[in-house]
């Protein structure tokens, strides 16, 4: 069974640069998308960016000038990296797997079906 | 880009009510649309896809309609494990836009 497990510092200080990884284990890491995900204090899910195996990637166009999302296919591990954090990007961050859902021939949607646990970053002077 | 309006914020609701939630797209998406449910402390679980399937393993009191630029949810026969929040994902490409979730409380 597919399982992701993150981490990443937990405090940072305003300017500096967020980083957080998600190990993928159970399970290979193509043919999927591998998400980013995040969830403010009293807010929504606002959904960061993601890659696939072949290192495509697609992002939050409000964020996209400060995210980076990379992988390593060797480790079966993906990356995100937020720069210039300020205490609006205090939230809790969650890795995904998006993953496409057949629906008939020809025809497909996508889920985000398998999460990690979570990791609370606090940008804080 | 598509935004998802999802409605109540929150609602409160007792054992054995059915209790409705809506999705609201910006534009038509088809039935490009999921929906999940959060529990504090737990990772979101995915109930429905393509609007209206039901994911293997969900309970069938569980159910999703909808299609274009309306969806709902709908729990019948509310049970005390379904108190949490649930929220909707739609759309086919990125970027991939959720609703602000539904708080359903214990009435």
């Known amino acids: 069974q597919v399982q992701l497990q993150q981490w990443g510092a937990g405090l940072l200080k305003p300017s500096e640069t967020l980083s957080l990884t998600c190990a993928v284990s159970?399970?290979?890491?193509?043919?999927?998308?591998w998400s980013w995900i995040r969830q403010s204090p009293g807010k929504g899910l606002q959904w960061i960016g993601e890659?696939?195996?072949?290192?495509?990637?697609s992002y939050n166009p409000s964020l996209k000038s400060r995210v980076t999302i990379s992988a390593d296919t060797s480790k079966n591990q993906f990356s995100l990296s937020l720069t210039s954090v300020t205490a609006a990007d205090t939230a809790v961050y969650s890795c995904?797997?998006?993953?496409?859902?057949?629906?008939?021939?020809?025809?497909?949607?996508?889920?985000?079906?398998?999460w990690g646990q979570g990791t609370m970053v606090t940008i804080s002077s | 880009d598509i935004q998802m309006t999802q409605s109540p914020s929150s609602l409160s609701a007792s054992v054995g009510d059915r209790v409705t939630i809506t999705c609201r797209a910006s534009?038509?998406?088809?039935?490009?649309l999921s929906w999940y449910q959060h529990k504090p402390g737990k990772v979101p679980k995915l109930l429905i896809y393509?609007?209206?399937r039901l994911e293997s393993g969900v309970p069938s009191r569980f159910s999703g309609s909808g299609s274009g630029t309306v969806f709902t949810l709908t729990i019948n026969n509310v049970q005390s494990d379904d108190f949490a929040t649930y929220f909707c994902q739609g759309g086919y490409n990125p970027p991939r836009t959720f609703g602000q979730g539904t708080k359903v409380e214990v009435k």
């Open positions: 393509a609007a209206s």
């Open positions: 534009q038509s998406i088809g039935t490009d």
């Open positions: 159970g399970g290979s890491f193509g043919g999927d998308y």
């Open positions: 890659i696939n195996h072949r290192g495509t990637t």
């Open positions: 995904a797997r998006v993953r496409s859902r057949r629906l008939g021939v020809g025809d497909h949607t996508w889920v985000f079906d398998i």
